[in-house]
T-cell receptor, first 116, second 120 residues
């Protein structure tokens, strides 16, 4: 069964420090995509970064990087130089195919608090 | 990134009335749109997958007669909560997929800003 697991309900990080948010996934698909989204208190879901299962290099987008370890089925998000505005809920998601239909499934999220 | 517009942002309605939520992809065509429901401090729960020009595919446990989805064009999908009741109160959020979702695609999912529904 397709599944996304985020084991950290909450994380604290000091401003300007780096933080890693964990994500593991389970799928039998050969082709899949992994995503990270940020959800601030306003509720909107903000796309951060994407990693395709066939991408050989780890994805990077500004201060965000995705540590993709395919054999371990993990796709951790690394935020460098944390800022106060990074405080939010972070969701890991996977695009997979089920019964011929593409779906996006989400983990339970990690609430990040950046401390001044 | 691509822009998805969702409105209304919030709506309060009386029990028994119907509420329509619109989701538009503003700068791209979305063959597929997804509707999610989110309870406070919980993850997103997929309700249905909406494909342009065809019937929506509902997830197990989601009443299709209760939550009517119409995807009339490549840029618009609507969710109508029919005969709303207090238990339908929730945060509803739509998303639209860029690309076609094919093999080795770089398709990405972009979200609307969500609709907070409160049924009195």
């Amino acid at each position: 069964a397709q599944k996304i697991t985020q084991t950290q309900p909450g994380m604290f990080v000091q401003e300007k420090e780096a933080v890693t948010l964990d994500c593991t996934y389970d799928t039998s698909d050969q082709s899949y995509g992994l995503f990270w989204y940020k959800q601030p208190s306003s509720g909107e879901m903000i796309f951060l970064i994407y990693q395709g299962s066939y991408d050989e290099q780890n994805a990077t987008e500004g201060r965000y990087s995705l540590n993709f370890q395919k054999a371990r089925k993990s796709a951790n998000l690394v935020i460098s130089a944390s800022q106060l505005g990074d405080s939010a809920m972070y969701f890991c998601a996977m695009r997979s195919i089920s019964s011929g239909t593409y779906k996006y499934i989400f983990g339970t999220g990690t609430r990040l608090k950046v401390l001044a | 990134g691509a822009v998805v517009s969702q409105h209304p942002s919030w709506v309060i309605c009386k029990s028994g009335t119907s509420v329509k939520i619109e989701c538009r992809s503003l700068d791209f065509q979305a063959t597929t749109m997804f509707w999610y429901r989110q309870f406070p401090k919980q993850s997103l729960m997929l309700m249905a997958t909406s494909n342009e020009g065809s019937k929506a595919t509902y997830e197990q446990g989601v009443e299709k007669d209760k939550f009517l989805i119409n995807h009339a064009s490549l840029t618009l999908s609507t969710l109508t909560v029919t005969s709303a009741h207090p238990e339908d109160s929730s945060f509803y959020i739509c998303s639209a997929a860029t690309g076609t979702g094919g093999f080795r695609t770089n398709e990405k999912l972009f979200f609307g800003s969500g609709t907070q529904l409160s049924v009195l």
